[in-house]
Structure formats: structure tokens, C-alpha cells
Antibody, heavy 121, light 114 residues
Framework: EVHLVDSGGDLVPPGESLRLSCAAS????????MSWVRQAPGGGLEWVSA????????YYADSVKGRFTISRDNTKKTLYLQMSSLRAEDTAVYYC??????????????WGQGSLVAVSS | DIVMTQSPDSLAVSLGERATINCKSS????????????LAWYQQKPGQAPKLLIY???TRESGVPDRFSGSGSGTDFTLTISSLQAEDAAIYYC??????????FGQGTKLEIK
């Protein structure tokens, strides 16, 4: 059974940095692209970033490009999101999500439980 | 980026009745080479992560009750719940995966029991 566990969320002041983690189990982690999707309080879902199974290809939403970095450690079966220069509008629950398909362009068949990031002074 | 627009934003339906949610994309998500629509539907209940219901616009995920169905092609799609149950109260989102990222979601439709 696929299991994704998000962690690392916290309350941080604007301008600071934070790293989220997503521990994966139950599937061949290195074969699947992974994404981060966030949800602001009372808001909808916003795709943030994605990374290929090998880690060679990364993608970002314009809203976080240049500030967030996605990475993965396939030996540890863990996905990361390094967030810097955090803004109040980055406040959200951050979910890691697993691609359902191999290769590019996929929907998400498994999600973590979410990790709350609150940016406030 | 492809913009996804859902309608209505919210609806209230009686138990046992049909619920219909629409999703429109700003450009076609039908890939001509394989004739597949790159459109998924998710259900999210309060305090929970989203759950995949439908992919390829009309393929039900394993374990999803058959009262849930998806239809449509190109730019216009519909999620139908044929006979509403109490546990179906949730927010529903469509998502396009036609583009290698960025992926985009609709704004969500809140379904309540009347």
C-alpha cells in the first residue's frame, strides 16, 4: 500500500526559510515523478512544483519560481521542498502527491496528509 | 497556462438525487495521438487530503463507487453523482494534466446535502 507522510511544517516569519519532507513507502519511489500541491486556508488546490523520478527534471509554478527548490533522495525514498524568502501568501497546507503514471503528464493517485506552513511575524 | 473553471461554485442536492458538476478548460485537453482527455476529478472532505475519483475524464479509480461518473471531451467535462449519499458531501476539483507541468486545478465546487 502506498503511504506518503508529510512533515516539516511550522510557523515562520516573512523572509525566512523552511524545508518540507515527504517520506514514501509502498511503491518503487524512483520510478515516479512527485509533486507538491498547496492549499491556502479556505482556498482551492494549487500545484507548486514537480520532479521527475530520477530528479533530473524539475518544474515550478510561477508563484514560487526562484524561491522554492524541489529535490528528492531516492535512496531514502524522500521528497523535499526547500522554501526560501517566504511570504504571507505562501501560508498553506502543503501536500506531496504521487504521479499515477510513469512518464510526463499525470494525475495524482496518492497524497500525503499535508503539512501546515504559516508565514507570519 | 490552461485555466480550469468549474460551475457551480456550490450546490445543494437532496439524498438520492443526482448531482452534476461542470468543468471547462481554456483550451482542449484532448491529446489527438491517443484520443485521451487529460482530465481528472478529486474529492476532498474537511481536514483530509484530496482523493482521486476519475481520470482520463471518465475512468473510475479502483474502489470508487459506480454512482460517480465522468464525461465530456475537449474543453467541457462533467462529474455526475447519480444518487447522492450523505458521505458524498465534499468539495470536488477537476485537474488538467495535458501539459507537462504546470498542472492546474479548477477552483472547486462545494457539494452539500439539502
Amino acid at each position: 500500500e502506498v503511504h506518503l507522510v508529510d512533515s516539516g511544517g511550522d510557523l515562520v516569519p516573512p523572509g525566512e526559510s523552511l524545508r518540507l519532507s515527504c517520506a514514501a513507502s509502498g511503491f518503487t519511489f524512483s520510478s515516479y515523478a512527485m509533486s507538491w500541491v498547496r492549499q491556502a486556508p479556505g482556498g482551492g488546490l494549487e500545484w507548486v512544483s514537480a520532479i521527475s523520478g530520477s530528479g533530473d527534471n524539475t518544474y515550478y509554478a510561477d508563484s514560487v519560481k526562484g524561491r522554492f527548490t524541489i529535490s528528492r533522495d531516492n535512496t531514502k525514498k524522500t521528497l523535499y521542498l526547500q522554501m526560501s524568502s517566504l511570504r504571507a501568501e505562501d501560508t498553506a497546507v502543503y501536500y506531496c502527491a504521487k504521479d499515477a503514471r510513469l512518464g510526463p503528464s499525470s494525475y495524482f493517485d496518492s497524497w500525503g496528509q499535508g503539512s501546515l506552513v504559516a508565514v507570519s511575524s | 497556462d490552461i485555466v480550469m473553471t468549474q460551475s457551480p461554485d456550490s450546490l445543494a442536492v437532496s439524498l438520492g438525487e443526482r448531482a452534476t458538476i461542470n468543468c471547462k478548460s481554456s483550451q482542449s485537453v484532448l491529446y489527438s495521438s491517443n484520443n485521451k482527455n487529460y482530465l481528472a476529478w478529486y474529492q476532498q472532505k474537511p481536514g483530509q487530503a484530496p482523493k482521486l475519483l476519475i481520470y482520463w475524464a471518465s475512468t473510475r479509480e479502483s474502489g470508487v463507487p459506480d454512482r460517480f461518473s465522468g464525461s465530456g471531451s475537449g474543453t467541457d467535462f462533467t462529474l455526475t453523482i447519480s444518487s447522492l449519499q450523505a458521505e458524498d458531501a465534499a468539495i470536488y476539483y477537476c485537474q488538467q494534466y495535458y501539459t507537462t507541468p504546470p498542472y492546474t486545478f479548477g477552483q472547486g465546487t462545494k457539494l452539500e446535502i439539502k
